[in-house]
């Protein structure tokens, strides 16, 4: 829900002060370390040589709070021949930044002008985030600077995680806490394993010292459809459990019981005015023959008529706003959406409630007892016995049906003063089956057929999502692309499909095809190229060190057919290719009927990924998926 320190993956581009302090050009030591450095990390420019992290607690007595100082101390070298970078930090509502800075190494005030402005992400409706930033000018190599930043936290709760792992790769990274006796915290360790992490405690003047060190620690990765930071790099969560204060004990975060108390208080804030949806509910269920047409009803209207806008600012990061605003604005985030589909639905007469849940992204769950277990809420129906999870934020997703995203995931789901906590149901990649059949047959050098795809589950919903995302005056012009790839040599006409209103059944398209450039012929042969769809071709996973998460798990099935013409022969076809690996199982197949040539693709991803330690192998095997599609069909007179 909150902005997070990598939530800013390119942030803005502004005009570099280049005025650089003359007489502060890098030592010989300075530059031949920098070029040392720049062997080792070949892909970066900066690298930080000393950081130091200090959190101390002080204690808010009138609003019985913890304040948390959080200070950071950074000596950065430039490791390329020049740099130019920005040095940032978010704050908001919940925190202010006292000190931001940025010296020379002979510590005097570098000349960089510090900007402080609202956060603007094309994501983002509205947020209360503020960022404070300085372009930096690294001019030559081996040129240092000295960073320094001082954040306060006017509520703990807001203070989550420490992560070890930078933009920039660290030589020597410190995080100290002094935690007083008075507060109750734990230091929660996360994706420790494998890394040398040295720890260190010891008790002085009232208060514990907890001092964590390590030595090398690269750069965060900067690849796309990557797996939560929080599955990948070594972490500390930050859980406030309590403090005492003149012999009385403040219960903070104990367990997810209390967290769910917090998130109780926000909702017994709200005051919504159902009467302004109470017509627009009748007007869904009147003639609803079932109950679970009446909720369909209602849930489509939902993710059918209101935009889903993310918006954060202060407590409302938290709390969503009343369905009577999102109802009347026809916007509202994932919280209000939730809201709205609960209001709506109890107006109905059914029993329904908020729901805060982690998506994929975060590997936490409830036994952890903190802001940063989830991101998202959805709304559940109690009904006949059994929980059914909706999400207004998933567009075309059928009832009944969840998302990836939230598949596996441990939800809380509110239960008067007690919550509920449960799983979301999970699915198999044969859920989300893809198809593809055509038959072909060669005249005049040019492939003509029918064909056929079907779509069901996610793939479904990413199906129309796509197709509602083309220009309403241009949609069949966009959909004959689609259906073509984009590609002059295949021409789609005569396209039908299914009710694509319809988001509970498979989705189904026909139409005819005419394929050029894939024929050739000499004298008594013909060479068939048979391969037009070439699915993976291009996705390869080039120099790539951490898994690869896609949107949902997936079966993909083609089956082309082509009749062979009279009078000829198949005197060769291309070899089959399959590979069985625990991420992917994958096969292509020819098959001689005598009739006809059946080719046959098969690509099942079962679990929606490819982990790090399959990635070469998908590599090797995407090298023989692109030969095996260039290899073709001999026919002989």
């Known amino acids: ?20 302090q003359k007489g502060l050009d890098p030592t010989a030591d300075e530059i031949s370390q920098a070029k040392k450095l720049r062997e080792s990390y070949s892909k970066d420019d900066i690298a930080i040589l000393e950081s130091s992290e200090l959190i101390t607690f002080d204690l808010n007595k009138k609003a019985a709070k913890v304040i948390v100082n959080h200070s950071i101390k950074e000596h950065l070298m430039n490791i390329n021949h020049r740099a130019d970078i920005q040095k940032y930090e978010f704050y908001d509502s919940e925190s202010s930044i006292q000190n931001f800075s940025l010296k020379y190494r002979n510590d005097k005030t570098a000349s960089f002008s510090v900007k402080d402005e609202f956060y603007k992400d094309r994501d983002l409706f509205y947020n209360d985030a503020k960022v404070k930033y300085v372009t930096i000018d690294f001019p030559v190599q081996g040129y240092n600077y000295k960073y320094e930043m001082e954040k306060k936290y006017d509520d703990v709760k807001y203070f989550t995680s420490l992560f070890f792992n930078d933009e920039y790769p660290v030589l020597s990274k410190k995080i100290t806490f002094e935690i007083p006796n008075w507060l109750d915290v734990e230091l929660k360790e996360f994706n420790f394993d494998g890394f040398k992490i040295n720890k260190t405690s010891n008790t002085e003047d009232k208060k514990t010292i907890v001092t964590y060190t390590l030595e ?6 900067k690849e796309n ?3 939560g930071r929080s599955y990948l790099y070594p972490h500390i969560l930050v859980i406030a459990k309590s403090f005492t204060k003149d012999g009385a004990t403040t219960t903070l975060f104990k367990s997810n019981a209390d967290l769910y108390n917090w998130y109780k208080s926000l909702i017994a804030m709200m005051k919504d005015d159902t009467t302004v949806m109470k017509s627009k509910v009748n007007e869904l269920t009147a003639n609803a023959k079932t109950d679970e047409e009446k909720i369909k009803n209602i849930y489509y209207w939902v993710q059918d008529n209101i935009r889903y806008i993310a918006f954060e600012d202060g407590i409302a990061g938290f709390k969503p706003d009343e369905s009577n605003n999102v109802f009347e604005k026809r916007y509202g985030d994932c919280k209000g959406m939730a809201n709205l589909i609960k209001q709506m639905l109890k107006l109905a007469g059914f029993d329904a409630r908020l729901t ?3 998506t994929k992204h975060i590997a936490y769950d409830y036994s952890t007892p903190s802001l940063a277990v989830d991101n998202h809420m959805i709304c559940t129906l109690m009904y006949k016995g059994k929980k059914i999870f909706l999400d207004g934020t998933e567009k075309y997703n059928s009832f009944g049906e969840y998302a990836e995203r939230i598949q596996n995931k441990e939800a809380m789901i509110e239960d008067g003063d007690k919550c509920i906590i449960e799983k979301i149901p999970t699915t198999t990649a044969d859920f989300n089956k893809e198809t593809f059949k055509t038959t072909l047959a060669i005249e005049n050098e040019t492939l003509i057929g029918v064909c056929n795809k079907t779509y069901q589950g996610e793939s479904r919903a990413e199906f129309l999502n796509i197709y509602n995302g083309f220009e309403n005056t241009k949609r069949k012009e966009r959909l004959d692309g689609y259906l073509s790839k ?7 006409s005569d396209v039908k499909t299914s009710d694509l209103q319809n988001r509970d059944s498979k989705l189904t398209i026909d139409y005819n095809i005419a394929i050029q450039n894939k024929i050739s012929s000499f004298d008594d042969e013909i060479y068939v190229d048979l391969e037009f769809m070439n699915e993976y071709k291009n996705f390869e996973l080039k120099d ?13 099935v083609s089956q082309i057919n082509l009749k062979i013409p009279d009078g000829y022969n198949v005197t060769k076809m291309p070899t089959n290719l399959s590979i069985k690996e625990n991420d992917f199982d994958i096969n292509l197949s020819y098959e001689n009927t005598g009739k006809e040539i059946i080719y046959k693709k098969s690509f099942m991803f079962k679990n929606g990924l490819i982990k790090a330690d399959a990635i070469e192998k998908w590599n090797e095997f995407n090298k023989k998926l692109k030969e095996n599609y260039n290899q073709q069909i001999t026919l002989s007179k």
């Open 1 to 20: 829900m909150k902005i997070t320190f990598f939530s800013l993956a390119f942030l803005l581009f502004f005009a570099i002060d280049g005025n650089a």
């Open 216 to 221: 090398n620690v690269p750069a965060a990765f």
């Open 225 to 227: 459809s990557m797996p």
């Open 356 to 358: 805060w849940i982690g």
């Open 486 to 492: 984009q590609n002059k040599s295949i021409a789609v």
């Open 544 to 556: 790539r060190k951490v898994a690869y998460e896609m949107g949902y798990k997936t079966n993909y």
